[in-house]
């Protein structure tokens, strides 16, 4: 995981940046190609994934609590990264098993690749039906309680748009 502040004595992790070093590397090689630091990175991606600072919501999606001392909502509302099933990091998560997929279909590793896919799909399928407002059109940023949090974010919604998680009958026309 990515510590807050390096070097520094804040050495906890930023969970959801640390969620884009799966993007951020698919992004590098996209722009370079130089697949030897993907390589040599993927290990960390994976461990990301895989860290004992997520926890897992009743649903499958992950919380956000402490551990995983999560930064992109503290702007809007400091609440919204400690919700259940937190609509934010739902989004990174896709969005790290797709880039994640992306790293091992290209060093021809497919099962490895066909499991992010298929968890990357699952959690979305999750998303949608846990946390999308059919009746309002967003994202629920999480759950309170068993109950969507009552106030409005765009962080899920905008993360939603930018990594294509939304189903296509759901897009924006």
Same mark, same amino acid.
């Given at each position: ?23 951020? /590397? ?8 130089? /697949? ?129 998680? /939304? ?7």
């Amino acid at each position: 995981m990515i510590p807050c502040v390096v070097p520094a004595y804040l050495r906890k992790p930023h969970g959801d940046f640390s969620l884009l070093y799966a993007v951020w /590397l698919r992004d590098y090689w996209a722009r370079t190609g130089d /697949l030897t630091v993907v390589r040599d990175c993927l290990p960390a991606a994976e461990a990301t994934l895989n860290s004992e600072a997520w926890t897992n919501s009743r649903s499958d999606l992950w919380d956000g609590d402490e551990r995983a001392r999560l930064f992109i909502c503290w702007g809007v509302n400091n609440g919204i990264r400690l919700l259940a099933e937190n609509g934010p990091v739902a989004i990174l998560r896709i969005a790290a098993h797709r880039a994640a997929a992306d790293h091992y279909e290209t060093h021809g590793q497919p099962a490895n690749a066909a499991q992010h896919r298929n968890r990357a799909e699952t959690v979305r399928q999750l998303a949608v039906e846990r946390l999308w407002l059919a009746g309002e059109g967003r994202f629920s940023p999480g759950t309170l309680g068993g109950h969507h949090f009552p106030h409005t974010s765009p962080h899920t919604d905008v993360l939603a748009l930018a990594f294509g998680v /939304l189903p296509p009958h759901l897009e924006p026309k």
